[in-house]
């Protein structure tokens, strides 16, 4: 058997630029998306290794130049785990003059979410709708945040520049990513059916601050 061969790196910025070459050469023209699209195709897949995401990855009209525009004005990156926030390295978004949060871990949102009855992704939800200034949401983990993000978007309690929906999992995980990509009232990014998960929401938020940190 043959012993494989290693490739040689100088670092993390040298294996990335490896990896991207190897997914391209491996998913050759005409690609399933291009341009800015497939920056943000071809991050998730070096995330994930999974290249069926290229089969069932969307993108509302307009949605990846929204949310490069929404970054360099500074928006907030609210995310529904702790796990995607820190996969949004800060120094990205600081050079942007934008920020990320999570509500997920307050003590004062988790007793409330016991008394009421209700999980706490839908009061982290809640308690992003009370920041001013451009938004983009990052959901990769509860439905029950994508659901209630569209229940105030419905009142108009919030008006996101863009929502990455990609929770993973069995229940409504599906189902509220397919009444995402039915909506027109703000430009979205998501991926059909059960896969996603915190790493490729912050996997498709690092694609969109890095064209916008190169439109400097």
Request: glycine fraction near 8%; proline fraction near 6%; include cysteine.
């Amino acid at each position: 058997m043959d012993t494989p061969r290693l490739l040689q790196t100088a670092g993390p910025a040298d294996i990335e630029r490896q990896s991207f070459a190897i997914i391209d050469s491996l998913v050759p023209e005409p690609r399933p998306f291009e341009g800015a699209q497939w920056e943000v195709a071809r991050r998730l897949v070096h995330t994930s290794a999974d290249f069926e995401l290229l089969s069932l990855l969307r993108f509302s009209p307009g949605a990846v130049r929204a949310g490069v525009a929404a970054l360099r004005s500074g928006a907030t990156v609210v995310t529904d785990t702790r796990m995607c926030q820190v996969g949004i390295p800060g120094r990205r978004l600081d050079s942007l003059g934008s920020r990320s949060v999570c509500y997920m871990d307050d003590p004062d949102l988790a007793v409330r979410a016991r008394e009421q009855g209700v999980t706490r992704a839908r009061l982290a939800v809640d308690e992003a709708a009370r920041l001013s200034g451009p938004v983009v949401f990052a959901v990769g983990n509860a439905p029950t945040a994508l659901l209630r993000l569209m229940e105030l978007m419905d009142v108009g309690r919030i008006a996101p520049e863009l929502v990455v929906g990609m929770p993973v999992g069995f229940v409504n995980a599906a189902e509220s990513k397919a009444l995402l990509m039915e909506r027109s009232d703000a430009p979205w990014i998501a991926i059909e059916g059960r896969k996603g998960g915190s790493a490729l929401a912050a996997a498709c938020v690092n694609a969109l601050a890095e064209m916008a940190l190169r439109a400097g």
